[in-house]
């Protein structure tokens, strides 16, 4: 008997000591609850309190990691191979490489990056930052200090390195729910080359950037889904990336969410199954999951509860409210057709940033495959992780129809990654049905299937023969197919985003000239040097306040913003002086102004003028009696 019940002693004295942790965690996030809510308003204790928050999530999953490391310890490194179609994995990030080098423009950024950059600058700077801030800055600082210089390329190349790493996330992701190489290679070749992942991936918005973070979180959920020994460490890493996640834009907190009510749902209506052990590992896996999500994302329910006016959790839903009368946008019926229709395949009015007006977003074959497998996901398969991102998807489209007051297929980023995996999953059934179709065409036979009393054993041989030749032959038609479905997918992909860098509508939604005449100052200005910006519309042009500007670099620019008429009597020898407008060229007179300035104080050789993507020239500058120009 003894040997019998000491399995299950053991057992619950393991039990005993998990929860002995979940105690030991709920009181621990009670405690630092409170210390941040004391620190909320104190700035320079930010850095303090992230560090706090990200050390207790790291040593929670490493008290949940035991399973992990004797696993590990397991492993037969000799014995690791590594599949040949990881090459074209391989290839499918090259050409995200490639496809970066078309579009979007290297020198020209929207509204979102001005602001992202100068958000990175601070954390650079070591500016006190607000008690919550989005981690999107802490990869542009990457950028910006990894960089040779204080460039729109240093601070978009950590998302773009991220981007890469999504494709092998989704790599992942589709293998770990049993999805065969040959669609995973069409869903990685489709993400890899797809117009709207490739802006999505290459520019610091975020909009964009938690993509492969939502990525990773799935992929997370779906790895403790596939095991029992190993779920508390999964759904511990889980939660470290939702509360990561739950800094971000609004869109992305939904997927959260949904994961969270779908674990607490399976605890209460016990969809584990098989007693009480069964629920106590289902409750004790619920508390995997939030501890660190909530210890990760404390400084924003910190701040949500502190300042809710204020806090980034509900300031879209408040920027939106305030422009309308009702809770509900009076136009969510539209946009909840434009979104949809967009992401199935339609030309939809959205904006030119994502396509030409006249082209849709997401190109048909691939639309109709989002369509189709969110669909067949919802209705056909199972009530796991599917399902769950199926709703999501749903819920993200009518969620920010209801919600938002504009249009903006950028919000939808977190249903591209969903449906990634939904479009794997369909195509693996598809894939299914045809390798049963070809079984039941070309049906297994043997010598003794063969064999019979008027027939001789080299006859039964040479059928066999012609069966295998059979057989090879439709191994090699459905490769020639599957490659020129890649080819052919990838050519469709690089075609719709050349047509980008031509179209005006496109390039018009492209043309920041804030950023043109700041990034032209960055350029030409030497190193300490007064600057005056002159803007004959009276716009500040180029922050003046040093934290904001990035596109200076490390040059510890004097910006001065001047009105009226360009006197010589106000500048000294070695100012740089540059005129600049949004939104329009200068014109032949402003033009003139400066030429006879240039004239006038002996600087003209210095004359130098900037354009904008459209060709528009937006900048022109003479250095003050500079030597050096002859």
Known sequence: MSKVHGPIKDFNSFQYIKWFLYLIGLVSVIWLGFYAYGQVDLYENTVLIQTLCVLFSLLWLIANSRQVFISLTQIKFSELRIHPAWLLVLAAIVLRCYALTIFPPVNQTGFEEVQTGSAAYKILLGYGLPIEFRFTGLLGALGLAIGSESSLASLRFPFQVVGGIGLILLVYSLRSLKVSWIPTLIMVFIAATLRFLVIASAVADELFVSIST????????????????????????????????????????????????????????????????????????????????????????????????????????????????????????????????????????????????????????????????????????????PRVLALTVLLMLFSSSVFANDLNIGRMSPTLPLLLILSGLFLEKVYQILIRFTKWLLPEKTISSLHSDHADVEYDAAALKAQDVRRLMIKILTSMLFLFLILEITLVNLVSLREMPANFSVINEYINDDYSVCSYIGT?????????????????????????????????????????????????????????????????????????????????????????IAGRITAASICFQCEGFE
């Open 214 to 385: 939502l990525i990773a979180f799935v992929l997370c959920i779906i790895r403790s889904e596939n095991t029992k020994q190993n779920r508390s460490f999964w759904l511990a890493l889980a939660g470290i990336i939702g509360g990561i996640l739950m800094f971000e834009y609004t869109s992305y907190r939904l997927p959260v969410g949904m994961f969270g009510l779908w674990l607490f749902w399976k605890c209460i209506y016990g969809y584990e199954g098989g007693g009480d052990n069964k629920k106590a590992s289902s409750w004790s896996s619920l508390f995997s999951f939030f501890i660190p999500l909530v210890v990760m994302a404390l400084p924003t329910f910190v701040q949500t509860i502190h300042s809710p006016q204020g806090s980034i959790f509900f300031e879209a839903f408040l920027r939106h409210g305030v422009e309308r009368s009702s809770i509900f946008s009076e136009q969510f019926v539209f946009d909840l057709k434009s979104q949809t229709l967009s992401l199935i395949g339609w030309p939809a009015p959205v904006s030119g940033y994502y396509a030409p007006l006249d082209k849709p977003v997401i190109l048909p074959l691939v639309g109709w495959l989002f369509g189709v497998s969110c669909l067949f996901g919802l209705l056909f398969m199972g009530r796991g992780t």
């Open 524 to 612: 030409f200005a030497k190193p300490k040097q007064r600057v005056y910006i002159f803007s004959p519309t009276g716009s500040d042009i180029c922050s003046a306040v040093p934290s904001e500007g990035w596109y200076f670099g490390d040059k510890q620019l004097e910006i001065h913003h001047i009105s009226g008429e360009l006197v010589s009597d106000d500048f000294v020898p070695g100012d740089f002086i540059v005129m600049g407008v949004i939104n329009r060229t200068l014109t032949r007179e402003e033009l003139s102004q400066m030429i006879n300035f240039g004239t006038a104080a002996d600087s003209l050789v210095s004359l130098r003028f900037s354009r904008n």
